[in-house]
């Protein structure tokens, strides 16, 4: 398994991603392993863009920030 590496070439475009402004770039950092985790995704979020509020019934979710700020 490849450990969550980063590969600009694996990135795909999500537009009005659950209804946020702009498109962002995604990709999935592993592929399907035997755990309670659904997915794993790294995000690229330009300067006025975002993932739209939604809602999670099963599952908790989390962001982290490596650079830059959110609001």
């Not at 590969?7 to 475009?13: E, H, T």
């Amino acid at each position: 398994m490849d450990f969550g590496r980063n590969d600009i070439s694996k990135y795909f475009p999500a537009k009005n991603c659950h209804s946020g402004a702009g498109t962002i770039e995604l990709m999935s950092l592993w592929d399907k392993f035997d755990t309670p985790w659904l997915f794993i995704h790294r995000g690229i979020l330009p300067p006025k863009t975002g993932i739209g509020h939604h809602f999670h019934d099963r599952c908790e979710e989390m962001y982290v920030i490596f650079n830059g700020s959110a609001y």
